[in-house]
């Protein structure tokens, strides 16, 4: 029986037998009238439509701009062993969690919402652009309409709101804290307190409100010097201030010119740690923990790491200054103790704990910077293109308690990812310019993957840049030289005059001489 092809264009690709009008879609869509539509594990669909193959195709369009998705997920061959999930968030995180999720055995379908262009486009998760994440009530009756067994909840906003509250009280499986065990990261001086009581190694501070009494006590302690604003402040909230004067410029911002809002009305004033940074995470239970590999980030914007801070410009795992040794300290000294204070406060941590943490210089001991109650970006990235365990498995392993005795397999070699940005990222950034050769950029050496953090369709079809990380073009390779060069070489396939990005990710991974010749 011959086949034919139709394209929609970025939407969906159709398949149709002449004879029994099946359809085989490549991509989630929804019906705009009365056609019914059965969605499988694979997003095979059906339909018998009646008239014209034009008056088919008006009949269809993208989930993302419907406010009802018309399709019906089938149950689970073995009941209780596929999932259906719903990830919470837009950005390249969130793309890199469908991503995992979709390779995913137990996986039967992914929403994401909102989600975004490039989640969408490529097949990744159905997404669901007008379902208000901070609407619990909504966020619920979606669940149950749609049978979802598995919400992730991605960025730490709707976490620290409350919504896994309102999920678990529900019956819904959540991975992601509670309002009240998200305060790790949603408050700095929650953190500290914790980690005075049960002993975690962390640097010195003394937290204030007073901007008086915050510079009296940077005079006394000297420069170089952290200010941190105590609540969410977007990874902007932290400045490293090498003098005296820039350390009272940023507790004038946050206290007295209410730079970061209320996020900002209690400052920390905490003590420099040099050494090298890594980011450690494990996945947590309530009562227990399991490691994730390891990973580094690149927070500040330029080469050479410098200028501003950012979300993260690039990362890399594993990375070489977490050896397997001090893995184990981490895990011992400060994840468990976490774990177990917390569980000990009467606020059970169930998600993923992201430690920022510093291996300081004099001492090669790790001491922790701060807390993330979620994936880190774009840290996840790199995570979830090594990962070869099954993601929903385990993710219901920890909603559940069961994490004990689970281990998880990981890819051999090394991964990186490159953030593509906005011209004038972390600043002030102009939205709409056309990014275009992504599709180019996927094919030009193995094992990369673009995950789309910011972007949305043109009336065109492009894709046009919306926000200020826009892209994370990631890559697999033997080492990570390897991975660097597939990198970098799908970066400079991508054609987007309004972006840029720093062209030495993974350089305390790599001999400084192979940056040299780049320009």
Known sequence: MACTNYCLSPCVKLCSSSSSKSFQFQKPFASSNNLRFSVGPNFSISSNPQGSKSSFFSTVKCLAQKSQPSVSVNAPTNAGQRVVVLVIGGGGREHALCYALKRSHSCDAVFCAPGNAGISNSGDATCIADLDVLDGDAVISFCRKWSVGLVVVGPEAPLVSGLANKLVKAGIPTFGPSSEAAALEGSKNFMKNLCDKYRIPTAKYKTFT???????????????????????????????????????????????????????????????????????????????????????????????????????????????????????????????????????????????????????????????????????????????????????????????????????????????????ASKGYPGSYEKGSVIQNLEDAEQVAPSVKVFHAGTALDVDGNFIATGGRVLGVTAKGKDVEEARDRAYLAVEEINWPGGFYRRDIGWRALPQKQFATRE
């Open 210 to 420: 007073d901007p008086n009494a915050a510079k009296q006590y940077i005079q006394e302690e000297g420069a170089p010097i952290v200010v941190k604003a105590d609540g969410l402040a977007a990874g902007k909230g932290v400045i490293v201030a090498m003098t005296l004067e820039e350390a009272y410029e940023a507790v004038d911002s946050m206290l007295l010119k209410n730079a970061f809002g209320s996020a900002g009305c209690r400052v920390i004033i905490e003590e420099f740690l040099e050494g090298e940074e890594a980011s450690f995470f494990a996945l947590v239970d309530g009562e227990s923990a399991i490691p994730l590999e390891s990973a580094q980030d690149h927070k500040r914007v330029g080469d050479g790491d410098t200028g501003p801070n950012t979300g993260g410009m690039g990362a890399y795992s594993p990375a070489p200054v977490l050896t397997k040794e001090l893995q184990s300290v981490v895990m011992e000294s400060i994840i468990l103790p976490t774990v177990k204070g917390m569980s000990a406060e009467g606020c059970k941590f169930v998600g993923v704990l992201y430690a920022g943490l510093m291996i300081e210089k004099k001492s090669g001991l790790p001491k922790l910077i701060e807390y993330n109650v979620r994936f880190g970006d774009p840290e996840c990235q790199v995570l979830m293109v090594r990962l070869e365990s099954d993601l929903a498995e385990v993710l219901l392993a920890a909603c559940r308690g069961e994490l004990t005795g689970v281990t998880l397999n990981w890819s051999p070699g090394s991964a990186m990812v490159v953030v593509m």
